[in-house]
């Protein structure tokens, strides 16, 4: 697991930067009831999205929060005042506080399926009536863009992917929201190039395949030995789901 602490100097500059920030923050608007006036960003990580969200929308109050100090740190940098530092298994939030709250990159690195579990319930616990959650889900399928690369990676050791769609799905129901529509964007900037993915596989990206281990470093040759080291291949194209609280409807277990 990469330390977000860490990441947080570099995070944009690595991950598409303003375009691919522009564009998720636009797909999740677009399942975003118009009638809106308050969202939170849960795990906003640098703020990069958060902000766009705010400026697309200067009816829509929005808060971020993250656990990473430095992410937070970055975040608040962009939206002062509205950013606080909180795990999102825990949201220190009361019941039905927004009109809707969006999860960008986040179940998939859960700790646990239970953990998965606790913050989908987390999210319904604090959307008013009628209010929409918006997640991505299945964001380790959205790389597979059937490149040479992704030839390479076809046989490492596979990992549970905790944010698919119809995990994310039951998890919402057993919470009390409904399926509200579904979306996605590019991930702008984001097409890996051999060299690119050699240096994550180096720095603990993939989750199965730890620094230093034989089987990691194999992978590392077979990578290393790809034509056009640092010509990316195409963006992925990330998936987002919505899913909305009834109106009048009571929640699990209250």
Not at 23 to 38: C, F, I, M, R, S
Not at 95 to 105: E, I, K, L, N, S
Request: hydrophobic share 40%; proline share 8%; with cysteine.
């Amino acid at each position: 697991m990469l330390d977000y602490d860490q990441e947080a100097e570099r995070y944009d500059e690595l991950r598409g930067g303003e375009p691919r920030a522009a564009a998720a923050a636009e797909g999740v608007l677009a399942l975003v009831p118009d009638g809106a006036g308050t969202l939170l960003d849960a795990a906003c990580g640098t703020g990069i999205v958060t902000r766009r969200l705010a400026e697309a929308r200067p009816g829509l109050r929005v808060v971020g929060s993250d656990l990473s100090p430095a992410m937070a740190r970055r975040a608040a940098a962009r939206l002062p005042g509205a950013v606080v530092r909180a795990d999102s298994r825990r949201l220190p939030f009361p019941d039905g506080r927004f009109d809707a709250v969006a999860t960008v990159w986040l179940l998939h690195l859960a700790p646990s399926a239970e953990d998965v579990r606790v913050m989908v319930a987390e999210c319904a616990r604090v959307l008013a009536p009628g209010g929409v959650w918006v997640t991505t889900a299945d964001k380790g399928a959205a790389h597979n863009v059937g490149s040479d690369i992704d030839a390479v990676l076809a046989s490492r050791p596979p990992s549970e992917a905790r944010d698919a769609a119809d995990t994310v799905t039951a998890y919402a129901r057993e919470a009390g929201l409904v399926p509200a529509g579904r979306g996605g964007f590019r991930g702008h900037g984001q097409g890996r190039s051999p060299r690119r993915t050699l240096a994550d596989l180096r720095r603990g990206w993939f989750m199965t395949l730890p620094p230093g281990d034989a089987a990691t470093e194999s992978f590392a040759t077979r990578l290393a030995a790809l034509p056009d080291q640092d010509r990316p291949r195409p963006d992925p194209r990330f998936t987002l789901l919505a899913f909305r609280r009834p109106d009048g409807t009571a929640r699990p277990g209250s």
